[in-house]
C-alpha cells in the first residue's frame, strides 16, 4: 500500500504590525522554502472574520514564529491580534506545537518567551538556523519541509547584510596588517573596542551608532600605517621630535578613510581619540562636546587597556591605579559624565 503523501509544514507568523514588511520578506523566503506560511495581510480575505480565522490556523498549526523586535516589546501584546494567537497556543497541549523567538533586530527576549530556543534573524546565518528549527519540528510531526536548492531567495535585509559582512572583512584585514606591522600580539584593538561597545551599551546609545562605533574602534589606530618604522617600532619612550610625526596619525587616518563613504560616520574614533575635553589634545585642539561623543566614549577605554598592560619599556598599572587616575582626569582629558559611567561599568 503506498505511503500516505507528508504535508508541509504549517506556520503561523506572530508580529506587531510595525513590523509587516520585515515579516513579509520572512514569509516569502519560507513559502518558496515549502513551509505552509501564514501571514495575515496575506491570507485574510475581505470580510474574514480575522478572530475566529486566527484561532482556526493557530490551531491547526505546527509552529508559532513569533517576530520580536523593539515594536513588538512595546506593543505587540497589547495588540488584539498578537494576545489572541499566542493565547490560543498556549491552549495547545504540550507537545502539539513550537513556538520558536525569532528576533529580527538587537531586542529584549521577553521574560515569557524565553524557555524557548530562539533565533536571531538579524544575523547571517539566523535564517538558516530558523530553518533547521523548523526542519526538527517538521521530522518530529512527520510533516514536509523541502527547502531549496536553487538560489536562495534574498530580500533587501539579506543584501544589506552581504554588503556589511564584505565591508567588515575589509577592515578586519586593515586590522590584522596593521597588527602585524606594530607586532601587536596582545590583543589590545579586540579588547578596546569591546569594552567600548559594552560602555556604549550601558550609556544607552542606539544600536544604529553600534555598528560604526564597533568599526571606529577596530580602525583607531589605522594611521600608524603612515608612521615610520622607526618611530613605530621604537620600544622605548618617544623624543619630541618623534612625537611630532607620531601625533599626525589621526590625520593619516582620516586621509586614508574619509573618501570611503561607509566608513564616513566611524571616523570619528580614528580621527578624534586624542582629542582631550580641555582642548588640548590633538590633532585640531576640539574642546568639551565639540568632540565627537563616539571618540570620548572610545578615548577613556583606550587610555583605560594602555595604562593597565604592560610595555617593554614599563609595568602596567593595576586596574585600581588606572581608574584612579580616570578619575583625576575627568573634565579635563576626559569627559566627566563618560568617566562616571566607565566607573559604574567597573562597578567602583
Known amino acids: 500500500m503506498p505511503e500516505e503523501p507528508k504535508r508541509p509544514l504549517k506556520v503561523f507568523l506572530c508580529h506587531a504590525s510595525a513590523d509587516k514588511p520585515a515579516v513579509r520578506d520572512l514569509y516569502l523566503r519560507l513559502t518558496k522554502d515549502g513551509v505552509d506560511a501564514w501571514l495575515d495581510k496575506e491570507k485574510l480575505l475581505p470580510g474574514q472574520d480575522w478572530e475566529l480565522e486566527i484561532r482556526k490556523v493557530v490551531r491547526e498549526a505546527d509552529v508559532v514564529v513569533v517576530c520580536l523586535s523593539k515594536q513588538f516589546n512595546q506593543a505587540g501584546f497589547r495588540q488584539k491580534e498578537v494576545r489572541l494567537a499566542l493565547d490560543t497556543a498556549m491552549e495547545k497541549p504540550e507537545g502539539e506545537i513550537f513556538i520558536i523567538p525569532a528576533r529580527l533586530e538587537e531586542c529584549d527576549t521577553l521574560e515569557s518567551l524565553?524557555?524557548?530556543?530562539?533565533?536571531?534573524?538579524?544575523?547571517?546565518?539566523?535564517?538558516?538556523?530558523?530553518?533547521?528549527?523548523?526542519?526538527?519540528?517538521?521530522?518530529?510531526?512527520?510533516?514536509?519541509?523541502?527547502?531549496?536548492?536553487?538560489?536562495?531567495?534574498?530580500?533587501?535585509?539579506?543584501?544589506?547584510?552581504?554588503?556589511?559582512?564584505?565591508?567588515?572583512?575589509?577592515?578586519?584585514?586593515?586590522?590584522?596588517?596593521?597588527?602585524?606591522?606594530?607586532?601587536?600580539?596582545?590583543?589590545?584593538?579586540?579588547?578596546?573596542?569591546?569594552?567600548?561597545?559594552?560602555?556604549?551599551?550601558?550609556?544607552?546609545?542606539?544600536?544604529?551608532?553600534?555598528?560604526?562605533?564597533?568599526?571606529?574602534?577596530?580602525?583607531?589606530?589605522?594611521?600608524?600605517?603612515?608612521?615610520?618604522?622607526?618611530?613605530?617600532?621604537?620600544?622605548?619612550?618617544?623624543?619630541?621630535?618623534?612625537?611630532?610625526?607620531?601625533?599626525?596619525?589621526?590625520?593619516?587616518?582620516?586621509?586614508?578613510?574619509?573618501?570611503?563613504?561607509?566608513?564616513?560616520?566611524?571616523?570619528?574614533?580614528?580621527?578624534?581619540?586624542?582629542?582631550?575635553?580641555?582642548?588640548?589634545?590633538?590633532?585640531?585642539?576640539?574642546?568639551?562636546?565639540?568632540?565627537?561623543?563616539s571618540a570620548r566614549i572610545f578615548t577613556i577605554v583606550d587610555v583605560y587597556d594602555a595604562l593597565i598592560t604592560e610595555r617593554s619599556y614599563r609595568k602596567g598599572l593595576s586596574k585600581a591605579k588606572a581608574l584612579e587616575f580616570l578619575q583625576e582626569q575627568a573634565g579635563k582629558r576626559f569627559d566627566p559624565h563618560v568617566v562616571d559611567a566607565f566607573m559604574k561599568l567597573m562597578k567602583l
Not at 523548523?134 to 521530522?139: I, K, M, R
Not at 596619525?249 to 580621527?271: T, V
Request: net charge negative; aromatic share 8%; glycine share 10%.
Open 114 to 293: 524565553r524557555k524557548w530556543h530562539w533565533v536571531d534573524l538579524f544575523d547571517l546565518q539566523g535564517y538558516k538556523y530558523l530553518i533547521g528549527g523548523l526542519q526538527v519540528c517538521a521530522g518530529k510531526i512527520g510533516a514536509t519541509l523541502h527547502v531549496s536548492k536553487s538560489k536562495p531567495f534574498k530580500t533587501d535585509h539579506d543584501n544589506q547584510l552581504e554588503l556589511i559582512a564584505e565591508q567588515d572583512a575589509t577592515i578586519d584585514g586593515w586590522v590584522r596588517a596593521l597588527g602585524l606591522r606594530e607586532q601587536d600580539l596582545s590583543g589590545h584593538t579586540l579588547r578596546v573596542t569591546d569594552l567600548t561597545l559594552t560602555l556604549a551599551r550601558e550609556m544607552g546609545l542606539p544600536d544604529n551608532m553600534l555598528l560604526d562605533l564597533r568599526r571606529g574602534g577596530l580602525l583607531h589606530d589605522i594611521g600608524k600605517m603612515g608612521v615610520p618604522d622607526k618611530i613605530l617600532l621604537k620600544e622605548g619612550p618617544l623624543t619630541d621630535e618623534e612625537w611630532v610625526e607620531m601625533k599626525k596619525h589621526p590625520q593619516y587616518a582620516y586621509d586614508m578613510l574619509s573618501p570611503i563613504s561607509y566608513l564616513r560616520d566611524a571616523l570619528a574614533i580614528p580621527y578624534c581619540h586624542h582629542e582631550h575635553w580641555d582642548g588640548t589634545g590633538f590633532p585640531r585642539g576640539l574642546k568639551g562636546e565639540e568632540i565627537p561623543l
